[in-house]
């Protein structure tokens, strides 16, 4: 008897370690330090900064013959700065050192110390004093060319799909625009890195943009970009001509990765 009660507590001990191992897998995480944000089970990255006075060099005619000519010259140039580099290069100068919240790895941050964040970096990246120069304006080719999510930030970030955009529910989008930190003001530029429209990877494989905008957006949620677009060249505003009640105006087009949570 005093053998059964034994095994039967070593069998509940070792599944409750499963368990509680599972608990802890399925758990979903993001590293706020690093500027990501939980939607559900999705982790999104901060935006990624690109040295738009280093894409230039190749805008046009001068941009590469082929895209591992393309892959190559993004290797050798850094032309994007994820947002921990970023964090790195503003704690170094002022105002925005003074601005930025640190935590560890495992630690959190509240919404307003992360909003802050946002705003800091994002006006230190705009700051051309400081020689960084930074605006979301992509090359769209680059984007179709090379994986600038999981070159920048390593295996298991991806540009969003367009299907994943079109399966959300409405809570996804609220969720999203009251978490990605950006608010127009016209004391920074935080909205203009921090755009709710994003670019995605479209269910044929083309390169898309998507607006996460809660609501109906018009004339639809995931848009393929002008046809007159030159590829080969930076896009600002790419919907600029439309009618300025668009959602679509005035919005830039940023990178933002996206990877599963739940590990």
């Known amino acids: 008897m005093r053998i059964l009660i034994w095994s039967l507590s070593l069998v509940w001990v070792w599944g409750a370690g499963l368990t509680a191992c599972s608990n802890d897998t399925l758990m979903p995480t993001v590293n706020e330090a690093n500027g990501e944000i939980l939607v559900g089970v999705t982790a999104v990255s901060a935006p990624l900064f690109p040295r738009f006075m280093v894409f230039y060099e190749i805008e046009g005619e001068a941009y590469p013959a082929t895209a591992a000519a393309t892959q190559e010259w993004v290797e050798r140039e850094n032309p994007v700065m994820a947002f921990p580099e970023m964090v790195e290069f503003c704690l170094e100068h002022e105002p925005y050192a003074s601005q930025i919240t640190q935590v560890a790895p495992d630690e959190g941050l509240s919404a307003e110390e ?150």
């Open 114 to 263: 992360l909003a802050a964040n946002y705003v800091a970096i994002s006006d230190c990246a705009y700051d051309t004093s400081l020689g960084f120069r930074s605006k979301p304006y992509w090359i769209p080719q680059v984007l179709e060319e090379v994986d600038i999510c999981q070159n920048e930030l390593g295996e298991g970030w991806s540009l969003p799909t367009e299907s994943f955009v079109l399966s959300q529910d409405q809570s996804f989008f609220e969720d999203y625009a009251a978490l990605h930190g950006a608010e127009a003001t016209p004391e920074t530029t935080a909205s203009m890195y921090f755009s709710l429209s994003l670019y995605v990877t479209g269910i044929d494989g083309s390169l898309k943009v998507a607006t996460l905008e809660p609501g109906e957006p018009q004339p639809a949620r995931v848009r393929a970009l002008p046809e007159d677009t030159d590829r080969t060249v930076h896009v600002e505003t790419p919907f600029g001509q439309e009618d300025e009640n668009s959602i679509w105006n005035t919005q830039t087009i940023v990178v933002r990765c996206f990877r599963p949570a739940l590990f």
